[in-house]
């Protein structure tokens, strides 16, 4: 088969393999280059996403925290000015009548900061409704006391009541 064409179909010949070159070309190219890209642009959008959304959920715990602390912080300004610990808990003492069977003393831990003053209380043969009465009126003044540790709380050797050591902390402003 022997075709003659003449220029013009020549030319619209060329032209129309030149376009499925192209268009094979494209079909090759499109999936290996502009289509992955697109690809991993979504991949990148979606763990961009997800971290968004955790970091949004940290900005909410911090304003949480920081809401709580503020309380705290408000609650230590309300306190009477010149707050000490040891003068508090040993007037507390005298007032529920348990300064007979108690020994309080400042306590001092090596890796406790001067801001956190504490005290060391030892009670001896003290009654359960008097210890718990105690502890209902040292939490009750919102003076922002919190129980460090107990170190024991037994039965007395005598008997009459409950032995027991409680070291209290609290946070100073200055």
Request: charged share 20%; hydrophobic share 40%; proline share 5%.
């Amino acid at each position: 088969m022997n075709y003659k064409l003449d220029v013009r179909e020549k030319i619209a010949l060329y032209l129309g393999i030149l376009a499925c070159i192209m268009t094979v070309a494209l079909a090759v190219y499109i999936p290996v280059g502009p289509r992955k890209w697109y690809a991993q642009s979504q991949r990148d959008l979606a763990s961009l996403q997800e971290q968004l959304q955790l970091q949004q959920l940290f900005y909410l715990d911090e304003v949480e925290r920081l809401n709580k602390q503020k309380v705290l912080m408000e609650k230590l300004e309300n306190r009477p000015g010149g707050f000490s610990l040891f003068t508090y808990v040993d007037n507390l003492l005298n007032s529920t009548g348990l300064r007979t069977g108690a020994q309080l003393e400042e306590y001092k831990p090596r890796d406790i900061s001067p801001r956190q003053p504490m005290v060391q209380l030892r009670l001896q043969s003290v009654s359960f409704e008097q210890l718990v009465d105690f502890l209902h009126q040292v939490y009750g003044e919102n003076n922002l006391i919190a129980l460090y540790k107990l170190d024991y709380l037994r039965p007395s050797p005598t008997e009459k009541g409950l032995d027991c050591e409680i070291t209290f902390v609290t946070l100073t402003l200055h």
